[in-house]
């Protein structure tokens, strides 16, 4: 079987287990991972409320726009962001013409496979290795790169390809937003050539709709081929205040619905749902994962060093915003795990 026909078969199959029907019967549940609880409810009752056409608070279609993070409300994060696992795994492998980055940091403790020399370099050391993994590609070669990791990289704990490990009940609010007519966006820190790589086979979200940290780019004819090269120079860090900006610059719409996990996310939750004036009345939802479930998954909040949530936690109450515990509200957690 050649290569390119069995990584096609393998998102296919992925799309398939993941996913459930986007038009849900008439009766059926259209979140049958979620537990009959207040989470739930809530969800059902906010998409009732903005879609039933006698409701006071009808929507009409083209406002009904939903933004998600991806790192920790899509798929797992831990033990480092998977795209930054993507890079290690990238510096790893052009490290012999590199023979500096022996002696230099962030470079050295990635080569030594130090997660925690990498993490002691702070967000600029982690930047820096994700703009070296960029940095002098072509836009088809560093696709190319992405979706051989992605069909063959396995997480170091759970052992699963890191398609594998996302997450069920939110797959299911997906295709029920988009069955009442919602226009998805993702909305993450992560790069938004990695997530485009993947996330229309695995999340159904076409990469016209992903917004993400942007790194700048070139243009330039190679061989008689319009090509696109990759510089590794950094145009928008989509995290915490760069959020709203990407929202405002590729969607040009509030959204009415926001989902996140982490600080990272807060500023987008606050530009989606707080009001604008006494005449901004239309219903608005904020959504936040809490990482309870240390058995399915992992529990950590305020002190994680990834995918910390410490304000927005604060502030939920404050903003009535829906804080989903992962542990309590989810009867299964991964499409594959069965738990």
């Known amino acids: 079987m050649k290569p390119e026909f069995s990584k096609w078969i393998f998102f296919v199959t992925l799309s398939f287990i993941c996913s459930v029907p986007a038009v849900q019967a008439a009766g059926t549940d259209p979140l049958p991972s979620w537990n009959n609880d207040t989470s739930k409810k809530a969800i059902i009752k906010f998409v009732k409320t903005i879609t039933e056409h006698n409701s006071p608070d009808f929507v009409p279609v083209a406002q009904r726009i939903a933004t998600f993070d991806n790192d920790g409300t899509l798929w797992s994060e831990q033990p480092l962001y998977f795209q ?19 002696t230099t940091e962030p470079f050295k403790s990635a080569l030594a496979g130090d997660m925690k020399g990498v993490m002691a370099t702070g967000k600029e050391g982690v930047l820096k290795l994700l703009l070296t993994a960029h940095a002098g590609t072509t836009a088809e070669e560093f696709k190319q790169s992405v979706r051989d990791w992605i069909s063959t990289a396995k997480h170091p704990e759970t052992g699963l390809l890191y398609s594998q490990m996302v997450f069920q009940p939110m797959l299911e609010l997906l295709n029920y937003l988009r069955a009442n007519d919602f226009k998805v966006y993702l909305v993450s820190g992560g790069g938004v050539d990695f997530m485009r790589v993947f996330a229309e086979e695995v999340y159904g979200v076409p990469p016209e709709q992903v917004i993400g940290t942007t790194i700048d780019a070139t243009f330039e004819m190679r061989n008689g081929i319009p090509t696109i090269i990759k510089t590794g120079k950094l145009v928008l860090l989509d995290d915490k205040e760069g959020k709203p900006v990407g929202i405002y610059r590729n969607i040009g719409r509030r959204p009415i619905l926001a989902a996140g996990n982490s600080d990272g996310d807060l500023q987008m939750l606050q530009y989606t749902t707080i009001a604008r004036d006494k005449k901004d009345s239309t219903p608005r939802l904020g959504l936040i994962i809490h990482h309870t479930d240390a058995d399915r998954e992992w529990a950590y909040d305020r002190d994680s060093a990834i995918g910390k949530l410490d304000k927005a936690l604060a502030e939920a109450k404050q903003r009535k915003w829906l804080v989903v515990d992962m542990k309590q509200d989810w009867t299964r957690v991964y499409p594959t795990s069965g738990k």
């Open 84 to 102: 930054g696992i993507y890079a290690l795994d990238r510096i790893k492998a052009t490290a012999k013409d590199h023979p500096e980055w022996k």
